[in-house]
């Protein structure tokens, strides 16, 4: 058996932000409209709910590591995971709408840079092999203007985990797709183009096709596991954020070669949204 920890929708902010001015100091009062701006109380959250995620086998990190990201905001991330002492190894990091919004390419300089442990177990399509389960870390956010959070699954990388669902070394276990965005979005598609995902037919077309594959995800800010067949399992599971609370932190086991939630989610019996072709 093995156990997967699952936090997300950190939204870490630099200690020195009020030094901000300009276009990076209005960046930051939008995204946090009607939000308080506390570094530190943060910080304590995060390196708390990592603390917890410790216990576990491998932790899946699943965006919003940062609140727009900035390259002080990733070298905190890799503070409270030292802090956490949880071993790189056991680690997987994918990038949210929030980690764009600053630089498009802070998170790739950040897997360079400060999280360089972590990117061998958060290289984009490339499978992290656990004992009971298979780990893929899969970006879906977009480079576009912090009006819009939208994410998309590209249709390069359905292609690739369609071919890794289908790979017989593989098959024997659960495959956890780890992405910022819900797989299936929002039921609207106007919504979608806005907040939601992108194209999300291509989602629904991998997890109709592989029982064995789950999808792992922030950016709702709550905790809820559905199915997306009336015969399936449930597999698309998603976490509340850190932001508001350290407890916000889901575990799940793999045994007998299945996923299994070990907290009692929000549960929906089937996406209401499956109209998807």
């Known amino acids: 058996m093995t156990v997967v920890a699952h936090v997300t929708d950190l939204h870490l902010v630099e200690h020195d932000h009020h030094k901000r001015g300009g276009a990076a100091k209005s960046r930051l009062l939008y995204l946090n409209t009607g939000r308080k701006i506390d570094p530190k109380a943060r910080f304590d959250r995060v390196c708390e709910a990592l603390r917890r995620a410790s216990r576990s086998d491998h932790l899946v990190i699943t965006g919003d590591l940062t609140e727009d990201g900035t390259d002080a905001q990733f070298e905190l991330l890799a503070a409270a995971l030292a802090e956490a002492k949880v071993e790189p190894e056991r680690v997987t990091l994918v990038p949210g709408n929030h980690d764009l919004y600053a630089d498009h ?17 958060s290289t984009l399509g490339r499978p992290v092999e656990l004992a009971g389960a ?98 399936g399992p449930e597999q698309v599971h998603s976490g509340a954020a850190v932001l508001s609370s350290s407890e916000h932190v889901r575990f799940y086991d793999t045994a007998h070669g299945e996923l299994r939630p070990l907290d009692a989610p929000t549960s929906a019996p089937v996406a209401a949204h499956l109209a998807l072709s």
């Open 105 to 121: 390419g802070a998170f790739a300089r950040a897997l360079r840079g400060p999280l360089h442990a972590y990117a061998k177990t």
């Open 134 to 231: 298979v780990v893929v870390p899969v970006s879906t956010a977009m480079a576009h203007h912090l009006w819009f959070s939208a994410g998309t699954l590209t249709f390069d990388m359905a292609t690739t985990l369609d071919a890794l669902a289908r790979d017989p070394a593989l098959h024997d276990r659960p495959m956890l797709v780890a992405q910022h965005h819900p797989p299936l979005g929002h039921g609207h598609p106007i919504w979608n183009w806005i907040d939601g995902m992108r194209a999300p037919e291509r989602g629904a077309r991998l997890l109709r096709a592989h029982a064995h594959v789950h999808v792992l995800h922030g950016h709702t800010h709550a905790r809820r596991s559905y199915r997306v067949r009336l015969d």
